[in-house]
Each structure stands twice: as structure tokens, then as C-alpha cells.
């Protein structure tokens, strides 16, 4: 039985993309972008945490590293990490695939990068 459609709410964090950069996605699902739509540019990598925690929101950044230690339980929310090396074409089709195929909790409290090949952590 084909899953139910999750209409995810995500974060942008300040050094991603504007939304209308990726129309799939954004046409999709729920957006928001840290400096763009929150008007927080320069926001520590802790707060955009707690911002995106707050919201009930993905976290979508070039900066996974940085925001690796930050998940300490299953319900906080997930961090979508994007190789800065594929076209915003390809983040664009890859985020739409992963986050039409992955239910409301599927991806909280994980850590998910997206690159030449999807990998889940």
C-alpha cells in the first residue's frame, strides 16, 4: 500500500538557497528560510537549531558538520545535509524524492545527506 503523501515543513538555513531556487520542492512542501523569511542572518548554528526545533521543521544546510551534535533525541529535527557539489537541479529532484518517499517522523532526529548518492545515517 503506496504511503500517504507528508506535506514536510523544512528550514533553509542562511547560506542555502532561497525556496524559488529549488520549484519542485518548493511547490511540494512547506518552506521557510532562515534569513529571507525569518529575517536572522548571522544566527549562531544552536539557535538556527532551536528556531527550526520551535517551528516543527527539517533543517536544510550546506553546513552539516557544524549542526551534527545538535540532534541529541529521536523527536528533534532532522537535519538534510547537501553536498555543495550537484547542480540545484539535482538537490531539487533529490529533495523532493526523499521527502515525498519519507513519512511525518521518518526523518526526525536523523541525520540525512544528500549527494551524488542518497545516504540515510
Known amino acids: 500500500m503506496p504511503r500517504k503523501f507528508y506535506k ?3 528550514i533553509f538555513d542562511e547560506g542555502f538557497h532561497l525556496r524559488h531556487k529549488l520549484p519542485i520542492t518548493n511547490s511540494r512542501f512547506n518552506i521557510k528560510h532562515v534569513a529571507a523569511n525569518y529575517k536572522q542572518s548571522g544566527l549562531p548554528d ?3 537549531y532551536e528556531l527550526a ?3 516543527g521543521r527539517l533543517l536544510v544546510t550546506y553546513n552539516i558538520k557544524d549542526f551534527t551534535k545538535l540532534i541529541t533525541q529521536p ?3 532532522g537535519i538534510i545535509g547537501i ?3 550537484i547542480s540545484l537541479e539535482q538537490i531539487d ?3 523532493t524524492a526523499l521527502l515525498t518517499r519519507s513519512g511525518k517522523n521518518d526523518l526526525m ?3 540525512t545527506s544528500i549527494n551524488e548518492e ?3 545515517k
Open 53 to 55: 526545533r520551535k517551528e
Open 75 to 77: 523527536h528533534d529535527p
Open 83 to 85: 553536498s555543495p557539489n
Open 118 to 120: 542518497l545516504k540515510n
Open 8 to 10: 514536510h515543513k523544512l
Open 93 to 95: 529532484k533529490k529533495l
Open 109 to 111: 532526529g536523523k541525520l
Open 46 to 48: 544552536p539557535d538556527v
